[in-house]
C-alpha cells in the first residue's frame, strides 16, 4: 500500500544544512501519517479538540483484534472439549516442527507419500497454494516497472525543452546511450541517509545505519512508531498479513519499505530516487534473511547474533547521486541577455511611466475637496474623473513636478460642495463677513466663533449653525459674547448670583430679570456674608437691586461652630475644631460641662454636623466610666432589631436587659472601643423577631429562595418583591404576604409578574428542528452548511441571553450522528467527532463553550429508516437538544 501525504496545516522547519535530516519534519511525517490513515478521522486535528472517548476509540482501533484473541484463547482453555479439537488441529504441525530427529524422520516418508498422492489426485491444489505466494510478488515487480517508465518519461518531458535538455541530448549523441537514460543519470539526485532493520513480528529494532552528516530521534523510538503504524493499517481497513505501507513521501523526504519473512528493512531517502534502488535495497534484505535466518526469527532484542547486519546495511546508505557541477552556458546567457535587454528597458518605460501616474492619482485623493470617482491607462494616455470643490486645488496644476506628460492626460471634473471644515470655514466667512472682533477657526473638526459680536451678528450666525446641523461640521458660537448693554448687564447679574451661591450661610431660592431692574430671594443666616456687600466689584448698580432674604440658622459646620462657642463657653482647656466635616472637641472640662456639650450633641445629631465630645476627658473616673456607659447604651438603642427595657449602673457594675433579634448585632461584641469593662457588664437579653424591614428581607430570601429574575427591596418601609417568576413561586410569596400583613409588615407583591417562557418555547423549538447534515465519512459539514451554523448560533446566543434574564440556565446537547456503513466502532467514532466539529464551529462564532455539552450516539438513533430513499444522508445529521435549569 502506497500513502502519499500532502501535510497542508503542518509547518516544516529548514535543516541547518543540506545533508542533515531534519528530525521534527521526520517526528511530524509519523504524526501525519497517523492522522491521515483513516480520512474519517482527519477531523481530529483541523481545529476539533480531543475528548476522552476518543481516546478509547483509538486504543480499541489498535489492540482490539488482541483482546479478541485473548478473550478467544480463554474461551478454549476453559472448555476441555474445544481444546482437545484445537490440538487435534495443531498437533501435525507441532509433529512437524519438534525438534527429535527421530520424530521428523519417522513422519517424513508419510508425509511425502501423501502429498504426492494429493498433487496427482488434483493438481490444481498446488497451484492455489503456490497463487497467493507468487501473485503479490509479481504485482509489486510490475508496478515498480511501471512506476519506473513513468519516472523516465515524466523527467524527459520536463526537461525536453530546457537548456539541459540540449546539453543532454548532445551527451546522448556522444556516448550512445539513450536520452531519457542521461536525463534520469542528471536529474535523479538523492542520497539515502538511514535504513532501519526491524523485527516484522516483535516490532524491535535489530539494526540502524546513519549516513555521514545526517541526524535523527531515538532510532527504537522511530522503529515503534512504522510497527505501530503497520498494524494500525492493517486492522482498521482489513489488509492481509503479507501487504503494509511500502512508500512514504514527506515533502522532500522518502521512506521506502521492504517486507521480508523475518524483518522489514526501512530506507530514509532525501532527494528524487530512481525506481531502481527497490531492487538493490530488496537484494540487501535478501541476503540477510539468507545468512542470518534463523537468528532474524528467534530475535528477541539481544544483537549479539547479528553483528554482520550492520555491514550489510552500510551497502545502503552509501547509495548516493550528487548532482554534477558543469560549465556555466555563457552563450546562451548571452542570447538571452540580447533578447531580454530591450523587452527589459520598454518594460521599464511603461512600469515607470505607470508609477508617476499613480504618484499623481494619489496626490490627487489625498487633496481635499478632491473625489477620484474612476482612473485607468488606455493606449498610452490617461483618463481621470471624478468630483471637484471650486475651492479646492486645481488638478492640472498639481500635475507640475509629476513628470506626466499634460498632453496625454484627460480630465473630466464636476463641480461639487464639501463639507471638509476648512471649505465650510472659508464660505462661512464669506457669507457672514464676521467683524474683526470675531475670530473663526477650526479645532477638532469643528469650527468655532470667538469674541464679540452684535446681536443682529449672532441671531445671522446661528441661524447657518442650524443649516450646518444637517450634515456639515458643528459650528460653535456659544463663545461669542453679546456686546449690548442689556447683555452684558445680565452676564454681570449672573456672576453676581453664582458668587452669592457660593458663599455659605445663603441660600438663593429666585433670581429674575425684569424691565432692567434685578430681584432675587432665598436664605440668609446672620453669621453668612452681606449680600449687599457683595455687589461690590461687580459693575451691578445697586439701585436697580431688589433683594428679599429670610434669615434662618444654617447647618454649615463653621456656623454650627460659632453658635456652640457661644453658648457653651468652652472653658480654656477644651479647644473646639472643624475635622472632615464633624465639629470636635478636645481637652479636659468638668462633668457639669461635659453633660451640657452632650445634650448640645444630641440636638445636634437631628440633622446638622456631628458634634463629637468622646475626646474631651471627664476628670472624675465615675464620670468616665458612666459617660462610657451612657455611650454603650446609646450605640445598642441604635442598633435595630435591639430593645434595651432597663439600664442601670450600681455599685460599680452596669446592669442591662431587653430583646434581641438573632439577627441583629452581639451586644457583646459592641463593648469593643467604648472603654466600658467587659466583666462589670451584666446583660440579660430575650430572644425575639423584630419587624424591622431589613431583617424581614433576610428571613424571606433564606425561606422563599427567589430566583435571579426576583429583587427584593425595601421602599418606604415597605418590602417590595419586583421581576418575573414561576407560578409555584409567586403563590408562595403571596402565602407569605397574608402572614406577614397580620403582624403590620407590607409584602407588596403587585410588581410580581409570572415569567413568560413562551418565546423561549418558539426559540426552543426552532433550534431543536435544526440539524447540520454532513457528507458520507466526513467529520467536518460542507459549505452548504454554513448558513445553518451561523443562523444556529445566532440562536443560541439569543436564547441564552433571554433565559438568563428569565432566571433560568440553558445547555445545549450537540448529539452526532451516523449512517450504518461501515463498523460500529468506527460509526460511534465518527458521530462523536462530527458533535466536536460542530461545538468547535460554534465556538468561533461567539457560542460560549459552558452552554454545549457533546456525545456520540453512533447509528441507534436514526432520523429515518436506513432502508429509506434518503436514509444514510439524512441519519449523517449533529442534532440539538436545549436543557433548562
Not at 177 to 183: D, K, L, Y
Not at 428 to 439: E, F, G, I, N, Q
Not at 815 to 831: M, Q, Y
Request: hydrophobic share 40%; glycine share 6%; with cysteine.
Amino acid at each position: 500500500m502506497t500513502s502519499t501525504v500532502d501535510p497542508i496545516s503542518l509547518p516544516q522547519r529548514t535543516a541547518s544544512n543540506d545533508t542533515e535530516i531534519d528530525r521534527e519534519a521526520l517526528a511530524r511525517l509519523l504524526i501525519e501519517i497517523a492522522r491521515n490513515v483513516d480520512p474519517d478521522y482527519r477531523a481530529r486535528f483541523d481545529g476539533v479538540p480531543t475528548a476522552d472517548p476518543r481516546m478509547e476509540t483509538l486504543r480499541q482501533l489498535l489492540v482490539s483484534r488482541e483482546i479478541s484473541e485473548l478473550s478467544r484463547v480463554t474461551h478454549l482453555l476453559d472448555e476441555p472439549e474445544q481444546l482437545a479439537a484445537a490440538v487435534g488441529d495443531v498437533l501435525p504441525s507441532a509433529a512437524a516442527r519438534a525438534p527429535h530427529a527421530q520424530l521428523g524422520e519417522a513422519l517424513a516418508p508419510a508425509v511425502e507419500r501423501a502429498v504426492q498422492r494429493s498433487i496427482q489426485k488434483s493438481p490444481r491444489t498446488l497451484t492455489d497454494i503456490l497463487y497467493p505466494v507468487f501473485l503479490p510478488a509479481i504485482r509489486k515487480s510490475i508496478g515498480e516497472k511501471i512506476d519506473q517508465t513513468f519516472q523516465s518519461l515524466n523527467e524527459t518531458l520536463r526537461h525536453i525543452f530546457t537548456w539541459h535538455g540540449l546539453k543532454w541530448r548532445f551527451e546522448a549523441w556522444r556516448t550512445g546511450a539513450s536520452f531519457s537514460e542521461v536525463v534520469l543519470k542528471h536529474s535523479l539526485v538523492y542520497r539515502v541517509e538511514h535504513v532501519f532493520l526491524i523485527n516484522r513480528n516483535s516490532g524491535l529494532l535489530i539494526a540502524h545505519v546513519t549516513a555521514d552528516n545526517a541526524t535523527s530521534e531515538d532510532p527504537q523510538l522511530i522503529s515503534s512508531m512504522l510497527s505501530a503504524i503497520q498494524d494500525f493499517v492493517k486492522d482498521s481497513f482489513n489488509e492481509k498479513e503479507q501487504s503494509g505501507l511500502d512508500t512514504i513521501r514527506f515533502g522532500d523526504l522518502r521512506l521506502w519499505s521492504e517486507v521480508g519473512p523475518f524483518a522489514t528493512l526501512v530506507s530514509v531517502i532525501r532527494g528524487n530516487p530512481p525506481e531502481e534502488l527497490h531492487e538493490i535495497v530488496r537484494d540487501v534484505l535478501l541476503r540477510i534473511h539468507n545468512e542470518c535466518s534463523q537468528a532474524l526469527e528467534q530475535f528477541d532484542g539481544d544483537s549479539s547474533q547479528l553483528a554482520g547486519v550492520e555491514a550489510q546495511l552500510q551497502t545502503c546508505v552509501e547509495l548516493k547521486q550528487e548532482e554534477s557541477n558543469q560549465g556555466f552556458p555563457w552563450l546562451v546567457v548571452a542570447a538571452a541577455l540580447l533578447v531580454l535587454i530591450p523587452a527589459g528597458g520598454w518594460f521599464f518605460l511603461s512600469w515607470q511611466s505607470g508609477q508617476r501616474w499613480q504618484a499623481y492619482v494619489s496626490r490627487l485623493e489625498t487633496q481635499p475637496g478632491i473625489i477620484v470617482a474612476e482612473q485607468k491607462i488606455r493606449g498610452g494616455q490617461f483618463y481621470i474623473a471624478g468630483l471637484r470643490d471650486p475651492l479646492g486645488a486645481d488638478p492640472q496644476a498639481l500635475l507640475s513636478g509629476t513628470q506626466v506628460d499634460p498632453a496625454r492626460v484627460h480630465s473630466q471634473w464636476q463641480f461639487y460642495q464639501s463639507l471638509e471644515p476648512e471649505f465650510v470655514l472659508k464660505r462661512l466667512t464669506a457669507s457672514l463677513a464676521p467683524p474683526d472682533s470675531v475670530r473663526l477657526s477650526i479645532v477638532n473638526d469643528r469650527i468655532i466663533a470667538e469674541g464679540e459680536a452684535p446681536d443682529t451678528w449672532i441671531d445671522r450666525a446661528r441661524a447657518a449653525a442650524r443649516q450646518l446641523s444637517a450634515g456639515g461640521p458643528e459650528f460653535d458660537i456659544s463663545k461669542v459674547r453679546d456686546v449690548s448693554p442689556e447683555a452684558r448687564a445680565a452676564e454681570r447679574w449672573q456672576a453676581y448670583v453664582s458668587r452669592l451661591g457660593t458663599q455659605p450661610g445663603i441660600i438663593v431660592a429666585e433670581q429674575k430679570i425684569r424691565d432692567g431692574q434685578f430681584y432675587i430671594a432665598g436664605l440668609r443666616d446672620p453669621l453668612g456674608a452681606d449680600p449687599q456687600s457683595l455687589l461690590s466689584g461687580t459693575q451691578v448698580d445697586p439701585a436697580r437691586v431688589h433683594s428679599q432674604w429670610q434669615f434662618y440658622q444654617s447647618l454649615e459646620p463653621e456656623f454650627v461652630l460659632k453658635r456652640l462657642t457661644a453658648s457653651l463657653y468652652p472653658p480654656d482647656t477644651v479647644r473646639l475644631s472643624i475635622v472632615n466635616d464633624r465639629i470636635v472637641a478636645e481637652g479636659e472640662a468638668p462633668d457639669t460641662w461635659i453633660d451640657r456639650a452632650r445634650a448640645a450633641a444630641r440636638q445636634l445629631s437631628a440633622g446638622g454636623p456631628e458634634f463629637d465630645i468622646s475626646k474631651v476627658r471627664d476628670v472624675s473616673p465615675e464620670a468616665r466610666a458612666a459617660e462610657h456607659w451612657q455611650y454603650y447604651v446609646s450605640r445598642l438603642e441604635a442598633q435595630p432589631g435591639i430593645i434595651v427595657a432597663q439600664q442601670t449602673a450600681r455599685g460599680g457594675h452596669f446592669y442591662i436587659s431587653g430583646l434581641r433579634d438573632p439577627l441583629a448585632a452581639d451586644p457583646q461584641a459592641l463593648l469593643s472601643g467604648t472603654q466600658v469593662d467587659p466583666a462589670r457588664v451584666h446583660s440579660q437579653w430575650q430572644f425575639y423577631q423584630s419587624l424591622d424591614p431589613k431583617f424581614v428581607v433576610k428571613r424571606l430570601t433564606a425561606s422563599l429562595t427567589p430566583p435571579k429574575s426576583v429583587r427584593l427591596s425595601i421602599i418606604q418601609g415597605r418590602i417590595v418583591v419586583m421581576g418575573e417568576a414561576p407560578v409555584a413561586w409567586i403563590n408562595r410569596a403571596q402565602a407569605a404576604a397574608e402572614q406577614l400583613s397580620a403582624d403590620g409588615v407590607v409584602l407588596d407583591v403587585s410588581q410580581l409578574h409570572e415569567l413568560d417562557l413562551a418565546e423561549l418555547n418558539h426559540l426552543r423549538e426552532a433550534i431543536q428542528t435544526t440539524d447540520i447534515f454532513f457528507s458520507s465519512g466526513k467529520v467536518v459539514p460542507g459549505p452548504e452548511q454554513v448558513p445553518v451554523l451561523d443562523r444556529l448560533a445566532g440562536q443560541i446566543k439569543e436564547f441564552a441571553q433571554d433565559a438568563r434574564k428569565s432566571g433560568v440556565t440553558a445547555r445545549f446537547m450537540l448529539t452526532g450522528h451516523s449512517d450504518a456503513t461501515g463498523r460500529e466502532t468506527a460509526n460511534a467514532s465518527i458521530s462523536a467527532a462530527r458533535a466536536e466539529t460542530v461545538r468547535a464551529l460554534l465556538n468561533k462564532r461567539g457560542v460560549a463553550p459552558e452552554l454545549l455539552l457533546v456525545r456520540g450516539a453512533g447509528t441507534f438513533e436514526p432520523a429515518v429508516p436506513e432502508n429509506s430513499q434518503t436514509g444514510s444522508s439524512t441519519n449523517r445529521r449533529v442534532s440539538v437538544t436545549v436543557n433548562l435549569d
